[in-house]
Every structure is written in C-alpha cells, then in structure tokens.
C-alpha cells in the first residue's frame, strides 16, 4: 500500500505562482508512474500532469502546458507539482496519484492510490 499526502496548496492571485508536493508513505514510490489530477466542485476530476517512474517523461494536460512543471524526487519519495501564472480557471482541489499501469497515463481509472488533496485557489 502506498500512502500520499499533498501539501502546498492555498490562496493566491492570478499571475502568481505554488509549489505542490506529494510525500509517499508505506512503499517507495520509485517503480510507480505518478500524476496530478484537479477536481472544481460539479466537475469530474481531470488529469493534469504525470511522470514517469525515471522520470524523464512527462505528460500534461493543455490547460496548463508551459505553466506548469511537474518533478519527482524518488530519494524523498516525494513528487511536486510547479505551478507558475496561475489563472481563476486553475481554482480546484488538487490530488496526488500512484499509477498502478505499467505505462504513462492520463487516465483517470489506471491510478490506484490517491491522496486526500490539497485546496489551491487563485483569485482574479
């Protein structure tokens, strides 16, 4: 079982910028491709960002690529999520994943662990 805990959210204005992390507990997260997802209140959680368990491939979603980074230190068994020129639109809970497929991906359902997520909100 792997245990993730995000941390780093909060409230900030538009243009500005935050830095998610998601600490891994219970197994090392090294073998697992990780993602980030959002979720506003009415909306289906959607993919945001993801990484590979090298960590030398990366995917994001349109909406935020080009502004968003995301990195993983498997020696801290932590992943982050950099979030510059943050828009209104990003408003939502943000949540940690541990893939459980044996490739990068963006959905939703091949991720089995999950944090409990962390609030980001950007005022305009």
């Not at 243009?15 to 506003?40: D, E, N, P, V």
């Not at 960002?49 to 690529?65: E, F, L, M, R």
């Not at 968003?68 to 498997?74: A, E, G, K, Q, V």
Request: with cysteine; aromatic share 12%.
């Amino acid at each position: 079982q792997v245990q993730l805990v995000e941390s780093g959210g909060g409230l900030v204005q538009a243009g500005g910028s935050l830095r998610l992390s998601c600490a891994a507990s219970g197994r090392t997260i090294s073998s697992y491709h990780m993602g980030w997802f959002r979720q506003s209140p009415g909306k289906e959680r959607e993919f945001v960002a993801a990484i590979s368990w090298t960590g030398d491939t990366t995917s994001y979603a349109d909406s935020v690529k080009g502004r968003f980074t995301i990195s993983r230190d498997n020696a801290k068994n932590t992943v982050y999520l950099q979030m510059n020129n943050l828009k209104p639109e990003d408003t939502a809970v943000y949540y940690c994943a541990a893939s459980v497929t044996h490739y990068i991906t963006t959905y939703v359902n091949a991720y089995g662990y999950w944090g409990q997520g962390t609030q980001v909100t950007v005022s305009s």
